[in-house]
């Protein structure tokens, strides 16, 4: 199965597909898009107005790969439900753990 994480200079990007107005918040498994790119799909139920979402999907990420929130920022699609997430750091150290997270919550 192909994952979401892609390796960057300053950390590891991360394709994320976000539905705010969920009814309830959680990380719902990887999809694949019509490129064939993998992307992690998140839900919150914040309202998609002034960021709301977007604090929502960071600070859900951070919890759920036990990372600080400051590490994580939207890179691209602000505004879109589709986003890219740049989780700052050493991607040789960031991306072995983030597959590790993901073949154990989505494996």
Known sequence: MSDPFRAAPDGVRVAVRLTPKASSAKLDG?????????????????VPEKGKANAALIKLLAKAWRLPAGDLAIQAGAADRNKTILVAGDAAVLLPQLKTWLSQEVG
């Open 30 to 46: 990887v999809a694949v898009d019509a490129a064939g790119d993998a992307y992690l799909k998140v839900k919150v139920t914040a």
